[in-house]
């Protein structure tokens, strides 16, 4: 079994990378549904009861993914601590096992920090790609924690036309080092940054929002975005947080999701709006999946006047696979890592 560690994983992950490896499992997904088997998450909360911890959740997201020769069984444990960028560590702490299939055996043990901001933002990337418009130049990032670089560095890979970044949070010393930090590790990209102390500010002339936040209401309403303005929603991960308002999701010509099933139960955003009885919006109206997107089965005019577009990310096991193993298959062939016998 190959062990990699966090510093392995990073020299070898690029968003590129990342987002090939999704896509590639969309249109595979597409072509020969019964070929990836991802059973709902089992999702756990912590510390709900307690007085000195901010309570959070533990998760196993088991999946098993066959190419057409082989068959892998991968499972991500995640235990999301959001007490801990006090304790200088994310806040999302993560392992991923995968194993053959065929023989049982245990292949690779990886660290799954790094893969789940990557996966996350590769989702995001995706959905910049094929909802976001290709003239877009202005991006507002709205919370800047540990998820949010790799959430920046997918919107522009694929919208590398983009020159100015638009920063809040609400403690905006964070929001500095988040740029001083990005600057330092992603030079690729040069951009300017302003950060902000209002998010109407922020978001007023943005092509593209990226919300990562564990708000428990809308941040902002329609009215105060552009009509064309595309958005990330990956943040909001229970049903009683709410990063999107009603009247944005109801605005928007095209709400696409990741996992349509695995959204029923923790999109907070659109299960709140669904069940508010002031709400126009319903499930029934959900647009699609990425898996439609990437697969044709819809197709959005990315035109001056496509409307606003919301993409909101639940995640899903699958795309966890698709990841791991692609770092995991390129690890053994250049022989990276650490060896153990089990």
Known sequence: MQILDINTVKKQLTMPMAISAIEDLLKTQGEHPTWIKTPERLVI????????????SHLSMPSVVFDGDNEYAVVKLVTICPDNPKR???TTMATITVSDSKTGEML???????ITQVRTAA???IATKYLANPTSSVVAVIGTGGMAYEQLNAILTVRPNIKQVNLWNRTTETAHHFQEKFKQEYPQWQVDFEVYENIESAIKDADIINLATRATKGL???????PDAHINAVGAYQPTMKEVSNSVIEASTSVIIDDAEGGLHE???LIQAHDDINSTWTWDQLTGTLNDLVNKKISIDLSQDKG???FKSVGAASFDAAVALKVAQTAQKEGLGRFVEL
Do not use: H, R
Not at 51 to 56: A, H, V
């Open 88 to 90: 200088n560590k994310p």
């Open 123 to 125: 989702l995001s990337g």
């Open 267 to 269: 999109a907070g955003d």
């Open 45 to 56: 909360p912590t510390f709900e009861d307690s007085n000195k911890n901010t309570s959070g």
């Open 220 to 226: 902002f309403e329609a009215a105060q975005i552009k």
């Open 308 to 310: 606003i577009t919301l």
């Open 108 to 114: 690779a043990f990886l660290d799954g920090v790094y």
